[in-house]
T-cell receptor, first 115, second 114 residues
Framework: SAVISQKPSRDICQRGTSLTIQCQVDSQVTMMFWYRQQPGQSLTLIATANQGSEATYESGFVIDKFPISRPNLTFSTLTVSNMSPEDSSIYLC????????????FGQGTRLTVV | GNSVTQMEGPVTLSEEAFLTINCTYTATGYPSLFWYVQYPGEGLQLLLKATKADDKGSNKGFEATYRKETTSFHLEKGSVQVSDSAVYFCALSESGGSNYKLTFGKGTLLTVNP
């Protein structure tokens, strides 16, 4: 398994501000991902965090709004920029230990409320 | 594209009751199928998985069988406990490596009463 520490666990932010969420894994992993879970909705993949290069974003998500960094094989950040109430969601970090693995592991999530 | 449809909740059962949570999927290839569980205050955990047709995943008394002919992966447990109260997510992934992507259902909240 993989132990994933996500910070902060929750936050309440003012609209127009930005929040950076951190994801730390206890060991090197091949793949890191960021998901969003809007209230009453399913989890949706935002992007794949690539080490040393730009993240790969899913349709509907852009780098200016959700910049992502991955400086090494154990750490990634997701920033939610210029927040609005519609960004209120749970944001989750997920990892694959190996490229051929089928099981993804998840952090506990960051519950974000934008007021 | 891929999609997962699972039974709407919430589901409320008494302890020792039989549980079924339905899950059907749409995929263009040959996906792997998963059930994830999220206990109150915790992150998602993999409950069980099946990677090919007719495989049965099982864990903690839960079972699900990969049915290609009906594109289904229904979750069952013969006798639920209060500690099974959680949100259950059905999910699929179609490929690994750089194309890895999990598609989730909306989740089903299960409450088990003593």
């Amino acid at each position: 398994s993989a132990v994933i520490s996500q910070k902060p666990s929750r936050d309440i932010c003012q609209r127009g501000t930005s929040l950076t969420i951190q994801c730390q894994v206890d060991s090197q992993v091949t793949m890191m991902f960021w998901y969003r879970q809007q209230p009453g909705q399913s989890l949706t993949l935002i992007a794949t965090a690539n080490q040393g290069s730009e993240a790969t974003y899913e349709s509907g998500f852009v780098i200016d709004k959700f910049p992502i960094s991955r400086p090494n094989l154990t750490f990634s950040t997701l920033t939610v920029s210029n927040m609005s109430p519609e960004d209120s969601s749970i944001y989750l970090c997920s990892v694959l230990r190996r490229a051929d693995a089928s099981e993804a592991f998840f952090g506990q999530g960051t519950r974000l409320t934008v007021v | 594209g891929n999609s997962v449809t699972q039974m709407e909740g919430p589901v409320t059962l008494s302890e020792e009751a039989f549980l079924t949570i339905n899950c059907t999927y749409t995929a263009t290839g040959y996906p792997s199928l998963f059930w994830y569980v999220q206990y109150p205050g915790e992150g998602l955990q993999l409950l069980l998985k099946a990677t090919k047709a007719d495989d049965k995943g099982s864990n903690k008394g839960f079972e699900a069988t990969y049915r290609k002919e009906t594109t289904s992966f229904h979750l069952e447990k013969g006798s639920v406990q209060v500690s099974d109260s959680a949100v259950y997510f059905c999910a699929l992934s179609e490929s690994g490596g750089s194309n890895y992507k999990l598609t989730f259902g909306k989740g089903t909240l299960l409450t088990v009463n003593p």
